[in-house]
């Protein structure tokens, strides 16, 4: 696969995680949109990080690690729209900071905090539009895809 091959998997990945968030709104899994809106900023993030750093994203969900490998790349730094980023900068990394705390574990050592895995309505939603808008200013600072339709 091309580099715009792999970039275009990680946006469509985040574009069917977008897509999917109404459905478990609707059904009022508050859990799972908190979830699958952690993953549809990574995967947002992977894809930009193959497309500014020429190389396949690590295995990770640290949304923080991601975006920092991103926004250092000097192919980032010396795209166009880099100016109107910096003043988004930061707000984006405090985003970053609550929506990866989201990333659902089943590993034993995070069966003692099951309790924290439960989350409300109103943070759910407020998740799910910071995500939205994320999701949409950080694509834009890529180039458009045309993303196939996926069943």
């Known amino acids: 696969m091309t580099k715009f091959e792999k970039y275009t998997y990680w946006v469509m990945l985040s574009d069917y995680d977008l897509q999917t968030l109404p459905c478990l709104i609707e059904s009022k899994r508050w859990v799972y949109v908190a979830y699958i809106c952690q993953q549809a900023v990574e995967r ?37 729209g880099y100016e109107s980023f910096l003043p988004r900068r930061e707000a984006i990394e405090d985003f970053l900071v ?9 590993y034993p050592f995070s069966y003692k905090n099951i309790m924290n895995r439960f989350i409300k309505k109103d943070v759910a939603l407020s998740l799910y539009e910071k995500t939205k808008e994320t999701v949409a200013y950080l694509r834009s600072l890529q180039p458009e895809v045309e993303l196939p339709h996926i069943v």
């Open 44 to 80: 947002q993030l992977k894809g930009m990080y193959v497309f500014y750093n020429d190389m396949e994203a690590p295995k990770t969900h640290n949304v923080n690690f991601l975006f920092s490998k991103v926004v250092s790349s000097e192919r980032f730094q010396t795209a166009d």
């Open 98 to 106: 609550d929506i990866m705390f989201y990333y659902l574990s089943d």
